[in-house]
């Protein structure tokens, strides 16, 4: 396991993170599928939950869809046990396999966000011809052309300079009907960042690492050193602002649940990712780990930080 306690990152040793937090006992309940979470006929309505799960789930993204909409707000924080051998996840004992975690009632203060580490390096598209995951058409042009345009490549291009350029290449999918990023040249909340997997130059085809329907919208993007700093930047920054802004609260403690494909390394230097966190936070107590896969709302996301705090009132 890969853990991130206290100010250090541990990445391949041993490590163990423990954060106590003092809530009412009515304010929150574990789940797991031994241990499913009760019916609001049961006097607790889960407002937010979060969320530990086993990648090796095969129904995994429909189990967190489900979660996510026995919750009042629909909001799941969380990621997948990463291990090299055995992923285990933990709710009132040791678990493999399905969903765990612990749900928050509504007087329990948080304020969440995601990182996607990314930087579009063109316009939003519309996907005009798909079918399954190989895009055909974007804005009614072949899609290999529409990337290679974002790109600054021409189309004759030679073989290995268009494999080089679209190795560093993803796909910002845009699935909600409304995704406004907050800032310029950034992603708003509901894009799913995922992996060009092939092309066909004879077809002018693109093979997209996630089913696709035409109407949906993308955005091709980059994902490097600084546009995962700037975008931790940016989700950090919104999340002081949104409490200091509130009504006399603050932050009493924040969990912080990155990829497994990111951490200190990612970001220049060992610890660097979890010291932007805590620089820009303050002195609150902060723990996390790393994950094989990043779940927010009812998505799971890959190669993304996603960060939690607790608030209570002043």
């Not at 599928?33 to 009760?38: D, N, S």
Request: proline share 6%; glycine share 12%.
């Amino acid at each position: 396991m890969l853990f991130v306690p206290g100010t250090a990152e541990y990445i391949d040793e041993p490590a163990l993170v423990l954060m106590a937090a003092p809530l009412p006992r009515e304010s929150f309940r574990l789940f797991s599928g031994r241990q499913p979470l009760p019916a609001a006929a049961s006097g607790f309505v889960a407002h937010t939950a979060l969320v530990h799960a086993d990648g090796s789930e095969p129904d995994l993204q429909e189990l967190i869809c489900e979660l996510s909409a026995r919750t009042a707000t629909g909001y799941l924080f969380g990621g997948l046990s990463s291990a090299r051998n055995r992923p285990l996840h933990m709710a009132d004992g040791v678990l493999e396999g399905g969903l765990s975690g612990v749900a928050f009632g509504p007087e329990v203060g948080l304020v969440s966000r995601m990182t996607q580490g990314c930087q579009p390096i063109g316009p939003v598209r519309e996907i005009t011809a798909a079918e399954r995951n190989f895009a055909i058409t974007l804005d009614g042009q072949p899609a290999l052309d529409c990337v290679l345009q974002d790109l600054g490549l021409c189309r004759d291009a030679p073989d290995d300079e268009v494999a080089q350029a679209l190795s560093s290449t993803l796909v910002g999918l845009i699935t909600a009907a409304v995704d406004v990023p907050t800032r310029p040249g950034q992603f708003g909340a509901e894009t799913a960042v995922r992996h060009l997997v092939g092309v066909d130059r004879q077809h002018q085809v693109l093979a997209i690492a996630e089913l696709i329907v035409p109407g949906m919208r993308l955005a091709f993007c980059t994902r490097n050193a600084k546009a995962a700093q700037l975008d931790l930047v940016r989700i950090t920054t919104e999340i002081r602002d949104e409490v200091e802004s509130g009504a006399a609260h603050h932050m009493t403690g924040g969990l912080y649940v990155s990829c497994s494909g990111r951490g200190g390394p990612h970001f220049g230097a060992r610890h660097a990712e979890l010291q932007m966190v805590r620089n820009a936070l303050g002195d609150v107590p902060l723990v996390g780990f790393f994950a094989g896969g990043e779940i927010a709302r009812q998505q799971l996301y890959g190669y993304t930080g996603v960060l939690t705090v607790f608030t209570v009132p002043a």
